[in-house]
């Protein structure tokens, strides 16, 4: 189960401090070689296989894109179509139609725009101090800034002259509803991923649910779904057992996905991909293959499964 986030041939600011991102001609280069290896099957197909045990085709991938990026729409849709590969889509509800820019994307435009500012560190040492947060350095420090603390982003941005509004007007880095219909009817598939990105571990369980229950409630009423799926951001790691309880059984989504690599569930309906956007960048091969090595190297400690309280 991998997954991307986005795809482009050209540079994206918002993104560059972040994760690698895949040039149109990896990611081809990508597909072809899990083609060779792999076949492709799509959510219901998955949703199927978990609920009712329907099998498979051997050798089988499901692959998924995070946080409804503009790139979804006329870049990897396009690859995918030509290709005859199923994908999924998991949007934040908050930010479709370019409404708003989550906080991590923020703190990559602020370390584009002061890097080569003499004033910089003086302002952010400032900032941070004024938000009792320590200060290191430009880059360290800004991606170092959690969800709660997204208004230390907002105060910077406005002193530093970085306007995030027209940053959103003038490069529309998210999915349009137009164009969620478009890929709707080409046969995508689409599921929620949380409101606005925060991390599941540092909300309240009632915030959990709120997170995901409020965003897919938003794409069943905007665009008909009639399925439910949910990807957590950034990760489910201390999420609790309570939480599947409510979301697969009460809620009545089909599946929820995490992004912890390679490992096996005990809860079923919560399965787990693994990134395909690594710092140091691997090729597909590369990647597929530290992902079973690693696996492997788990299963001999026992830590290849996930318990939950």
């Not at 894109?65 to 908050?94: H, R």
């Not at 956007?277 to 499964?305: M, R, T, W």
Request: with cysteine; aromatic share 12%.
């Amino acid at each position: 189960m991998p997954f991307y986030h986005t795809v482009s041939d050209d540079e994206l600011p918002h993104i560059q401090h972040l994760y690698h991102v895949r040039n149109s001609r990896l990611f081809i280069k990508d597909l072809e070689y899990i083609l060779k290896h792999y076949r492709p099957v799509d959510l219901h197909q998955l949703t199927e296989h978990i609920e009712g045990d329907k099998l498979l085709p051997e050798k089988s991938f499901f692959l998924s894109f995070d946080d409804g990026l503009s790139e979804c729409y006329s870049i990897i849709a396009p690859i995918l179509k030509q290709k005859g590969i199923p994908a999924t889509f998991f949007l934040n509800s908050d930010f479709v139609d370019n409404k708003g820019l989550m906080f991590r994307y923020k703190s990559s435009l602020l370390i584009s725009h002061l890097q080569k500012s003499e004033s910089a560190e003086k302002l952010l040492r400032h900032k941070f101090k004024e938000h009792k947060l320590p200060f290191r350095n430009t880059k360290e420090s800004l991606l170092s800034v959690r969800w709660n603390q997204e208004t230390l982003l907002d105060e910077i941005g406005e002193e530093c002259g970085m306007d995030f509004d027209n940053f959103l007007k003038e490069k529309k880095p998210y999915l349009t509803t137009p164009q969620i219909v478009e890929m709707i009817s080409d046969g995508f598939t689409f599921g929620s991923h949380s409101q606005n990105h925060p991390t599941y571990n540092k909300l309240s369980p009632d915030k959990q649910i709120e997170q995901t229950v409020l965003s897919q409630e938003f794409l069943c009423k905007n665009f008909g779904l009639d399925y439910k799926a949910f990807a957590f951001p950034f990760t489910d790691s201390g999420v609790s057992a309570a939480f599947f309880e409510r979301i697969l059984k009460d809620e009545n989504f089909q599946l929820t996905f995490g992004g912890a690599g390679l490992k096996n569930e005990k809860i079923k309906g919560q399965l787990q991909r693994f990134g395909m956007e690594k710092e140091s960048p691997q090729d597909a091969k590369q990647q597929i293959h530290s992902e079973y090595c690693y696996y492997l190297i788990k299963s001999i400690f026992g830590k290849n499964v996930i318990r939950r309280d």
